[in-house]
C-alpha cells in the first residue's frame, strides 16, 4: 500500500481515500493529441483554469513533446513555452489546484518550480544529473516514469522479458536512487509509462497487474488517455475520439487502486472516478 499522503511542497494530497485527476496542458505544436491547440500562452493559461474548473487537482504543463517517434526541442523553447503558463495560472487558478511541470530538464523544472509549480513529472525518472538534488532542496514532488529508450525510437521494436516486472524493477531502483539522494519517499511518485516503449501486450499486461504496483509504497499515477492502444482496440484513428475508450481505461485503474489518473478530458473523467470511487467504498462520500 501506499503512503498515506503525497508531499508537494506547500501541498499534501491524501492517498487512498480518492482517485485524483491530473489534467494535461500541452503548450506544444506536435503532441500526439493536441498539438497545436494552444497557439499562446494566454491560450494555454485559460485552458488550464478549465481544467481546473472541470475538476483537476493537478495542472501539468509540458513544452516538449514526448509521443513516439519525437525530437528533442532546444531548451529556450521549452521555458518560453512553459514559464509564462505556469506565471499565469499560479496567479489566476483557484488556491487548491496544484501546478506540475512536465519535463526531463533539471534547467527547466528549476524555472518551472520557481515559476509557481509544485510537482516535476518526469519522463525519464529523473535520469538527468541535478534532478534529485533539486527535488530535495525544492520539496517538489517528483514523478518517476519508465520509459524504454528515448522518445524518437521507444516504439521500434519493444521488448521485455516480463514487462510487469521490468518495469517495476526499473522503478523500484529509482525509487532507491532518489531516497539515496536525499529525496523523502513521501514525495516520490511512479507512473509505469504507457505508451513509452510498450506494444499493446505490453500496455494491457502492465494496466492488468497495476495494482501490483502498490508494492513500492509511493503513489502510483498512469496517463493512459487517449493512446494508441486505445485506437487498437477500439479501431478509433482520431485521438481526440477515443474518449470513452479512455474512461474504461481510467475506470479499471481506480477499482484497481490507481491514486492519481493523467488526461486530457477531465470533465468526462472526473465523473467516471467519481462513480467508481463511490462504489469501491459503498458509500457516497
Not at 539522494?181 to 499493446?200: E, M, Q, S, T, W
Amino acid at each position: 500500500m501506499s503512503e498515506a499522503v503525497w508531499r508537494c511542497r506547500d501541498h499534501t494530497f491524501p492517498l487512498g481515500e480518492r482517485t485524483l485527476v491530473m489534467g494535461i496542458v500541452n503548450v506544444t505544436p506536435d503532441s500526439f493529441s493536441d498539438g497545436g491547440a494552444l497557439p499562446s500562452s494566454q491560450d494555454a493559461i485559460a485552458y488550464g483554469l478549465r481544467l481546473a474548473a472541470d475538476g483537476a487537482h493537478i495542472v501539468d504543463v509540458g513544452g516538449e513533446s514526448t509521443r513516439p517517434g519525437a525530437e528533442a526541442v532546444p531548451i529556450e523553447d521549452e521555458l518560453a513555452r512553459v514559464v509564462p503558463v505556469i506565471e499565469g495560472l499560479r496567479e489566476a487558478a483557484p488556491s487548491g489546484v496544484v501546478l506540475s511541470v512536465d519535463t526531463r530538464r533539471p534547467d527547466v523544472a528549476r524555472a518551472a518550480l520557481d515559476a509557481g509549480a509544485s510537482i516535476v513529472n518526469d519522463v525519464t525518472a529523473a535520469a538527468s544529473p541535478g534532478m534529485f538534488d533539486l527535488v530535495r532542496a525544492s520539496g517538489a514532488g517528483l514523478v518517476l516514469m519508465h520509459m524504454l529508450g528515448e522518445p524518437r525510437t521507444m516504439q521500434d521494436d519493444p521488448r521485455y522479458d516480463d514487462v510487469v516486472t521490468d518495469v517495476r524493477d526499473f522503478l523500484a531502483a529509482r525509487l532507491g536512487a532518489a531516497v539515496a539522494a536525499g529525496v523523502r519517499r513521501d514525495h516520490l511518485c511512479v507512473d509505469p509509462g504507457i505508451g513509452f516503449g510498450k506494444n499493446l501486450d505490453h500496455n494491457l499486461s502492465l494496466l492488468h497487474d497495476i495494482a501490483s504496483f502498490a508494492e513500492l509504497r509511493v503513489p502510483v499515477l498512469v496517463g493512459a488517455s487517449r493512446k494508441r492502444f486505445i485506437g487498437q482496440l477500439t479501431g478509433v484513428d482520431d485521438p481526440a475520439e477515443r474518449v470513452e475508450g479512455t474512461a474504461g481505461a481510467v475506470a479499471w485503474c481506480a477499482a484497481n487502486g490507481v491514486d492519481i489518473v493523467r488526461v486530457h478530458d477531465v470533465l468526462e473523467m472526473t465523473r467516471v472516478v467519481r462513480v467508481v470511487d463511490a462504489i469501491s467504498r459503498g458509500v457516497a462520500s
